[in-house]
Structure formats: C-alpha cells, structure tokens
C-alpha cells in the first residue's frame, strides 16, 4: 500500500513562499510521475504541476507559471513544490499524487494518479 504525506502547508501573506513536501513509502516513486494538486472551498481539485519520473520535465498550471517550483529526489522517496509570491488565491488544500503507470508524461487529470496524499492546508492572507 502506498503512502503520500505532505506536509510544509501554513499560514503566509501575500507575497511569501513555502515549501511543500510530499514523502513517499510502500513505493519507490523513481519510476513514476508525481504531481501536485489543490482544491479550495467549494471547488474542485485542480492540478497545479507535475514532474516525470526523472525530474526532466515539468508541467505547470498557468495560474501558478513562474512562481512554482516542483523537484523530486527519488533517493528520498520525496517530491517538494516550492511556492514563491503567494496570492490569496492560492489558498487550497494542496495533495500530491502518484501516477497510476510508470514512465508517463505529466497528465493534468485527477484520473490520472492512483493514490493521494491527505492534503497540507496553505492559507494565503491579504
């Protein structure tokens, strides 16, 4: 059974940065595609950036282009996404996910991943 704790997620101005991290166990993550998603109240989860099972390549939502950042380091078993200038509208419930098959691209859709984090709350105030 796989495992998807995040943790990082808190309480910032606009303006800030944190640091997300996502830690993997029952799998190694090496061979598969991370990505991170968030959802605020009353809407539904988005995806916010993805990265192959190499780190190569890197997917992003424009919304958040230029000011996040995801890496992996497969060696830890970890995934991080570095969020710089913080908006208010970057306040969600973040959750990283695992892809469903290895050595994919980065896919946009929930459908995608098979298994979730429990989600780290960022709260971004004015």
């Known amino acids: 059974q796989v495992q998807l704790v995040e943790s990082g997620g808190g309480l910032v101005q606009t303006g800030g940065s944190l640091r997300l991290s996502?830690?993997?166990s029952g799998?190694?993550?090496s061979t598969y595609t991370m990505?991170?998603?968030r959802q605020a109240p009353g809407k539904e989860r988005?995806?916010?950036?993805g990265i192959t099972a190499s780190g190569a390549a890197k997917v992003y939502a424009d919304s958040v282009k230029?000011?996040?950042?995801?890496?992996?380091?497969?060696?830890?078993n970890t995934v991080d996404l570095q969020m710089n200038s913080l908006k208010?509208?970057?306040?969600?419930?973040?959750?990283?996910a695992i892809s469903s098959v290895g050595y994919t691209p980065v896919t946009k859709t929930a459908a995608g991943y098979t298994y979730w984090g429990q989600g780290t709350q960022v709260l971004v105030s004015p």
């Open 88 to 96: 208010t509208e970057d306040t969600a419930v973040y959750y990283c």
């Open 35 to 37: 990505a991170w998603f």
């Open 22 to 24: 996502c830690a993997a």
């Open 27 to 29: 799998r190694t993550i």
């Open 46 to 49: 988005d995806f916010v950036a």
């Open 66 to 76: 230029g000011r996040f950042t995801a890496s992996r380091d497969n060696a830890k």
